[in-house]
Nanobody, 117 residues
């Protein structure tokens, strides 16, 4: 079992920068990937970015955020980050950390990000 706790969300102005954190505990040595998803109001949860593999050789991001979002992960510490720059109101959502320990997967409780002037 892996427990995930996200933090770092809040209110930010358009054009601003935010870094979300995800702290994993429990069986972190079994984790093979860490991803970030988001769920805007009234919409489904969708993939944002992530790191696949403990060697962190494969960093992924959705086309809609490419160039503005960077995911990172320190497997030995069980900590991951999502750095988001040049934020727009369209980035407003609850952001979730998602860890995979194949074949299992785990979710955090989410952290709210609101982009507004």
């Amino acid at each position: 079992q892996v427990q995930l706790v996200e933090s770092g969300g809040g209110l930010v102005r358009p054009g601003g920068t935010l870094r979300l954190s995800c702290v994993a505990s429990g069986s972190i040595w079994d984790m093979d990937s860490m991803y970030w998803y988001r769920q805007p109001p009234g919409q489904q949860r969708a993939f944002v970015a992530g790191v696949h593999g403990r060697t962190r050789s494969n960093q992924l991001s959705h086309d809609s955020v490419k160039g503005r979002v960077t995911a990172s992960w320190a497997p030995a510490k069980g900590t991951g980050y999502l750095l988001m720059t040049d934020l727009t109101p369209a980035d407003t959502a609850v952001y979730f950390c998602h860890a995979r320990s194949t074949p299992d997967s785990f979710w955090g409780q989410g952290t709210q990000v609101t982009v507004s002037s």
